[in-house]
């Protein structure tokens, strides 16, 4: 069973050589057609696309029910912050050094000082970044960072390179911050070309009623998906919020997985993969951008507690951009469940 694919080398096998792959492929007869209509609405570009509803059938064999959705809670009324002390409480209590893989962005700066704000020793929370970290934001880096963490800076490199250099302790990355919080208002995908939950609706549309402003034809095929949503689904931001919410989930979760060995895999945390941050997200009322059409309001939670931890110039301006923490190899094309890589076959 598959955890994880690349999603274009998986997409040229098939139209190259789809033999080559068969034996990973679903028994459903219609599974070709089922990977044209994931080709037709841009389901194959950049990101693994899988259904945690289990509702929208995929063309390969994905291990199921390993990342499950929540459903709704009456009367839910805890706080962001309230989920995120305790998820730092749970990640220090493995009484582990907690190296965080610190990208420059939102996420990871905020999981770094919550972690060091509860570690007993704050010694235990060290970063670990590499020069894409510096070069998105170094002047944080420079004025807050450098002289009050213990840190450790390196080229970046494949990421079957990025875990041997430290031998100790867990590596936390701020993975599935984005599927909490969905895209940013403006952030849309130019000439239709990106990962697809961008490419839904515009600025000018994005609060408006989806089915107003979504190609039909898509909202047929994710009609049943939809209609399963924990959360009400209403607006174009609402189903972009899903998308990346359900469709997305394991993308974050296996990212920084690829072609590690399973020692070090095992030892990845994504500080926002945790059945509480889910239900947060589910069942909250707080909107996930503070003031309608400003992406700089985006992720406000967060925000808002940088500033408390002095970063009030970088929580206020620092915009919401898909931080780049190394780069990966592209010629694996299937993870499979066992960790191993299957490759493409010419």
Known sequence: MILYYNKSKVSEQIKRNREGIWNYMTDDRNRI????????????????????????PHYLQITPDLHPMPGRVENYNRSFWDVA?????ELLALDQPINVMWSGGIDSTFILYVLQKYANDPNQVRVYGTYNSIIESG???DRHIKNNFR??????????????DIKTGIFVSGMCGN???GPTDDMFAKGGKGMFHHTL??????YEDYTKHINPDLLDFFGPMIAASPRP??????LRWYCIF????YTAIYEHKIQIEKQYAENIYGFFDSWDFQTWAINTKEPFTKVKGNSLTHRWQMREVLKDFGLEHYATHKDKKISNFSFHDSNWMLLLDNFKNIYDYR
């Open 139 to 141: 002047d944080l880096f």
């Open 246 to 249: 359900n469709l997305d989930w």
């Open 201 to 206: 609706g515009t600025p000018d549309t994005i």
């Open 85 to 89: 002390e305790q998820r730092a409480k």
């Open 151 to 164: 840190h450790y800076i390196k080229v970046s490199t494949p990421n079957t390179e990025n875990f041997k």
């Open 179 to 181: 599927q909490l919080f």
């Open 33 to 56: 057609r089922l990977f044209k209509d994931y080709e037709n609405f841009g389901l194959n570009k950049y990101n693994m696309v899988y259904d945690r509803t289990k509702i929208l």
């Open 233 to 238: 689904i209403e607006t174009v931001a609402d």
